[in-house]
């Protein structure tokens, strides 16, 4: 193989790595900041903070004594508290035994109980409180959709196109649009539309009602394509349309979507027009364990093509607060959809290799800031939610086993001996390289 060809592989490695070292660099240093704010807060003094392991390419000492760094090896970072063995946590005991009683409260091992639990859990609350500033940021940018519903950006389709921007909907086909917001009534009303190529539009345009012709509203177009799925490794793109599926013309997304679960992993042959050009693009569509709104979840076939609209709606500003408020709630789906999607893989209910290792997530990186900043912190946000919420589990080594620690100590009066908390230690670490090694075995074998 020449150079030549070689050079657009390498230049996308280049990217995903890139990508993904500013999205986990940005994650861990909020992650660390966490511990290490509340810990001087609560009168813990640090010694450390080190974005990265390994050789020191930069460091500075604040006015504190801490010394800020940042070390070659980016997959990580530590605090390193007054009275810690090392990076890693753990008591110099020479060290504490030479300071007085009022230097050791400044100390982790010599902190009250409260200051060190809360330095503890500093860490993941603030990876959440990175994705709900996030989540706001991205809700306040987009805004809130105009109602009634009104046309915004149109989209490039090879179809009969009359309407135009600012055209405000009244009617499609005869029925009267729902609320956008109303999710599920939306949706209803959606399906409800006939599965035709194009549609009668009643609109308001500078004030006059008008009847106009367009496409159907939920075309088998493609807004965004979904990190290592068959239609990214066929290397579609956002505005893509499918024009056939197998010889079959489709014009709406529902017609795509059937396909999709009815060829059961058979290779489909797609039609797709992108900017006036007609491509020819195989694709095996791929099993995937989706939740259902009920509960549970249900495994079908996709090909990683998420739809929309043929037009961006037109939209008002949101305020801070409802974009706060949608903020909390969409990370707090994220937990609990995490939650479940582990439990029903920890019960066989879905398949393993919805674990992704870092290969990965790596990979999600590089794709997302492909397609746009709004994607890329999207990633981040979520990938926050999921460090945030893994550092959260009670097992030694994580800050969830350090809080159960710190609970028996509460329980008890006294803290695990250090025997036993060696041991445990022990056993969290080999539960989490094991964790580690069979989630980069999905990366690598899983389909």
Not at 93 to 122: F, N, Q
Not at 297 to 321: K, N, S
């Amino acid at each position: 193989m020449e150079i030549t060809q070689l050079m657009p592989q390498f230049g996308g490695l280049v990217w995903t790595l890139v990508a993904f070292v500013v999205a986990l660099s940005i994650i861990v240093a909020i992650h660390e900041y966490g511990h290490y704010i509340v810990g001087r807060w609560s009168g813990i003094e640090a010694d450390v903070f080190s974005l990265g392991f390994g050789p020191v390419l930069w460091s500075r000492y604040d006015k504190r004594g801490t010394r800020w760094q940042i070390a070659a090896l980016p997959f990580g970072g530590y605090v390193k508290f007054k009275g810690d063995a090392n990076a890693s946590g753990g008591s110099d005991e020479s060290a504490l035994a030479g300071m007085s009683d009022d230097e050791k409260r400044h100390t982790m091992a010599g902190a009250p109980l409260w200051a060190r639990s809360a330095t503890v859990a500093a860490g993941p609350l603030f990876n959440f409180a990175l994705t709900i500033l996030l989540f706001t940021g991205i809700f306040m940018a987009r805004g809130t959709v105009t109602e009634p519903l009104t046309v915004g950006e149109l989209r490039p389709l090879p179809a009969v196109q009359e309407l135009q921007e600012g055209d405000v909907i009244l009617e499609i086909e005869g029925q009267s649009p729902t609320s956008f917001d109303d999710g599920a009534g939306f949706q209803d009303f959606i399906e409800a539309l006939p599965d035709t190529a194009a549609l009668g539009y009643t609109v308001e345009r500078t004030g006059s009602r008008m009847t106009v012709e367009g496409p159907h509203v939920y075309p088998p177009l493609a807004t965004q394509i979904v990190p290592r799925s068959a239609a990214n490794e066929a290397g579609m793109q956002p505005g893509d349309v499918i024009t056939t599926v197998d010889g079959d013309p489709i014009h709406v997304f529902d017609e795509l979507k059937e396909k999709v679960e009815a060829s059961e992993g058979a290779t489909l042959a797609l039609e797709v027009w992108r900017d006036g050009e007609l491509l020819q693009l195989d694709m095996t569509p791929e099993s995937t364990d989706e939740p259902l709104p009920e509960g549970g979840y249900q495994t079908v076939y996709r090909i990683g093509i998420v739809g929309g609209l043929f037009f961006e709606p037109a939209t008002e500003l949101a305020g801070p607060v409802e974009a706060l408020g949608g903020a909390v709630t969409r990370t707090a789906s994220i937990i609990t959809g995490s939650l479940s999607g582990l439990w029903h893989m920890v019960t066989g209910s879905i398949s393993s290799c919805n674990l992704s290792g870092p290969i990965g997530i790596a990979e999600t990186s590089g794709a997302m800031a492909a397609q746009g900043g709004q994607s890329f912190l999207t990633f981040i946000a979520v990938l926050s939610t999921a460090v945030g919420l893994i550092n959260l589990f009670p097992v030694p080594v994580l800050d969830g086993g350090h809080l159960v620690f710190h609970a028996w100590e509460a329980a008890t009066g006294r803290p695990p001996s250090d025997k036993a908390l060696n041991a445990l230690m022990s056993i969290g670490l080999v539960l989490i390289l094991g964790l580690m090694a069979f989630a980069l075995t999905n990366d690598i074998f899983c389909p």
